[in-house]
């Protein structure tokens, strides 16, 4: 990645005036006078703990908040049980409205509440795989079927609604649209559990296709929707009134993406290039759309913008919205970083809402359509902030500032506050709320820490930047134990995250598995050992061109000279044992554990794969539409692991859920058998059966965590 540079060093400026005012290592501890949840002291003894304390305290999932009322809602997710939460203004008070237990395994995906707050429906179940099952992780002989709940904000039992997922509120919260089997249906949302009576969903229409993505009119007299026809798509308008089907300038495209004018009177979609009988596309530059503009009665329609000859060039253009105030906003990568874009209705040049080298990731829209929130690692490059800009154009003002993470903001329907996702390297992910004119931002929930967990025991990671054999720079965040010296000769554990498009922080993650791999990390610390965790190429956060190598994974791998890297970083440190270096992650980062093992033994003396990718030839390597060429194939399997098991000699660990929808379990069948061929590795295995790609049994997902850190520690954790 030649000429690809982060300038570090207004950054470093602002580290070491923190290091000078908070002291070593401390940039992300909480800041003074920041209101949070209070923690309990640990009850381990002598300052270790439990991975069971450290991964205690309830994730939030899901935030929402109603349109026109001070109401938020989410998902607290607390040792294997979830449940729905809510607060509502002025004081907002956490409330749980179901009483879930640990022992009720099951996903809840999606999370919706009506505009006034009465109502919150969530979808309870995972999404049905290819051939039509809901994951099903207990092995549970009468299946699991997913469906939509609901229950009501002022307390009282939750019911079922129907079977399916997605669900679309009517803008007056008496209806939702399902689609299942490639139609779309209405159904009423009443409390039906006194009648004994369950509503009957309700076929809208018929039309050929696939229909789905329904979208309500303002009014709700309308709705929205997409047929796809398998080599183009059309974007349609059912009158519910009239039963009629208005297509909006139909064509040779692909149509999508429908969104509402606050009049109802217009309809803005995305529009890109049918497909061609020879048809090749990329999945990593795939086609940019252009933005119509059609009139919801006539479905004539005309082209307001398109991307193609601008320069520099836009890339990943998506989430079309259309604003109260009537600005159409979307995000785009434009000149390497992914910003918001504003456009009028009668089309002309976007502006750049963000501007900056920084991402833009999560965004909500004020109630009057005025004003975005959004979260970005503006200012800070390996962190992420609340800020609020006007949609017509202006200057962007940070809300949240100091030693915190903050992302997934929601606006209040009063404008006053905005709710968002709040941690810092010791606190946990949590519920907070921040001034939208800005100001000092309070934690509401949870009210307060499980008593077990340890606060006061977590040390602050370091950045470090290390630099790859071609020159790049190399994002890391080091675990330092607390009162490790030089000569300790501690082993020291390398970690890599999944996706690839992720970005690992210098505190609590706002995904929940990463959250849950940074409290890993922490144990390890705890527990003596010097972690590293590497921000690899081909990951989020530092732009298009890190994000994009030309030559990672199946085109080369390149991102593994980063690992390589990183690992030399920590066995180069002083209080670091270089002979006693282990190596652990999930998904893209079990891929990038079977490589260190397969490529480099000499250097990682034991590793953990979860569910890890292993040969890339076996996959469509990203590429729809068409099969890798020979040359193509022959890259990719030189690009696996697979292709270095001969070298591979470090003992493993593979733990793998044989129902997991992200990575084939046949992935790792097929490389045990390579192992167990050659004959002089130590394997070990953990399967568990129906689990997918991370688990949902709280047994057996902690089971999982504690033998990934028994099995480093059986091999390097201690002195030889």
Excluded at 360 to 381: K, M, Q, Y
Excluded at 394 to 410: E, F, N
Excluded at 450 to 474: Q, T, W
Aim: net charge neutral; hydrophobic share 40%; with cysteine.
């Amino acid at each position: 990645m030649k000429g690809f540079k982060i300038n570090y060093s207004k950054m470093w400026v602002l580290i070491l005036f923190f290091a000078m005012v908070l002291g070593p290592c401390s940039i992300f501890a909480q800041p003074q006078g920041q209101a949070t949840a209070k923690a309990g002291k640990s009850a381990t003894a002598k300052g270790t703990f439990t991975l069971e304390e450290v991964l205690s305290a309830p994730y939030p999932l899901h935030l929402v908040s109603a349109k026109k009322a001070d109401r938020i809602a989410w998902v607290f997710h607390a040792e294997g049980a979830k449940n729905i939460w809510t607060a509502a203004g002025p004081d907002y008070t956490p409330v749980m409205l179901t009483d879930y237990i640990r022992d009720e395994v099951f996903e809840i995906p999606d999370v919706e509440i009506t505009d006034d707050g009465s109502l919150i429906v969530y979808v309870r179940g995972g999404n049905p795989n290819s051939q039509g099952w809901v994951t099903n992780p207990t092995s549970d002989p009468d299946g699991v079927e997913q469906a939509i709940w609901a229950v009501r904000t002022a307390g009282g039992t939750p019911w079922r609604v129907c079977a399916g997922n997605n669900p679309a509120l009517s803008p007056d919260g008496k209806w939702i649209l399902v689609v299942k089997d490639n139609f779309i249906y209405r159904v009423a949302l009443g409390d039906w559990s006194a009648s004994g009576q369950p509503p009957v969903p309700e076929l809208l229409f018929k039309a050929q296709g696939r229909n789905g993505s329904p979208r309500w009119s303002p009014d709700g007299t309308r709705i929205a929707f997409v047929s796809n026809r398998e080599d183009h798509s059309f974007v349609g308008v059912f009158d519910l009134a009239a039963r009629k089907i208005t297509w909006l300038a139909p064509s040779v495209d692909r149509d999508s993406d429908p969104v509402w004018s606050p009049d109802g009177k217009r309809i803005a979609f995305f529009r890109r290039p049918g497909r061609q009988y020879n048809e090749v596309l990329d999945f990593w530059n795939p086609p940019n759309p252009a933005i119509w503009v059609a009139d919801a009665a006539s479905g004539q329609a005309k082209e307001i913008w398109n991307p193609a000859g601008a320069d520099p060039k836009y890339y990943t253009v998506r989430n079309l919205m259309w604003t109260a105030n009537d600005r159409i906003l979307f995000t785009a990568e434009h000149d390497n970083w992914n910003h918001m874009f504003s456009l009028s209705p009668a089309g002309g040049e976007p502006i750049d809402l963000t501007p900056g080298d920084a991402e833009v990731e999560h965004f909500h829209l004020s109630s009057d359509g005025a004003t975005l929130f959004f979260s970005s690692n503006l200012a800070d490059i390996h962190g992420r902030h609340i800020w609020k800009v006007a949609t017509a154009g202006g200057k962007a003002v940070q809300l949240t500032k100091g030693a915190t993470i903050g992302c997934y903001p929601v606006a209040l329907a009063s404008g006053k506050d905005v709710a968002y996702m709040h941690a810092t390297a010791k606190h946990p992910m949590s519920i907070a709320l921040v001034p939208a004119a800005g100001g000092q931002s309070r934690v509401i929930a949870p009210v307060k820490l499980p008593d077990k967990f340890p606060l006061d025991e977590l040390v602050v990671p370091e950045l470090v930047i290390v630099k790859a054999p071609d020159g790049l720079d190399i994002p890391c965040q080091l675990f330092l134990p607390k009162g490790a010296k030089a000569g300790d000769k501690r082993p020291g554990v390398v970690y890599t995250h999944g996706g690839p498009i992720r970005q690992m922080l210098l505190g609590w993650h706002y995904m929940e598995f990463y959250a849950e791999a940074y409290g890993i990390n922490q144990y390890f610390a705890n527990r003596g050992y010097v972690v590293i965790s590497i921000n690899f190429r081909s990951g989020i956060g530092y732009g298009r061109a890190f994000r994009m190598p030309p030559d990672a994974g199946r085109r080369g791998a390149s991102e593994y000279q980063d690992v390589v890297a990183g690992a030399k970083y920590l066995q180069s440190r002083p209080e670091v044992d270089p002979e006693r270096i282990g190596k652990w992650g999930l998904s893209y980062g079990g891929l990038l554990t079977a490589m260190a093992l397969a490529r480099n033994s000499d250097i990682f003396k034991v590793g953990v794969d979860l569910a890890g990718v292993h040969d890339w030839s076996v996959r469509t390597g990203g590429r729809a539409g068409t099969t890798m060429s020979p040359e193509e194939r022959k890259l990719a399997f030189e690009s696996s692991p697979v292709a270095s098991v001969k070298t591979w000699t470090s003992p493993v660990l593979f733990i793998h859920g044989d129902d997991d929808r992200n990575v084939d379990f046949g992935q790792t069948v097929d490389l045990v058998q390579k192992l167990r061929a050659k004959g002089d590795v130590h394997i070990e295995l953990i399967v568990q059966p129906d689990e997918p790609h991370e688990f949902l049994v709280y047994k057996s997902r902690m089971d999982a965590y504690n033998a990934t850190f028994n099995f480093i520690d059986k091999f390097i954790g201690k002195k030889k």
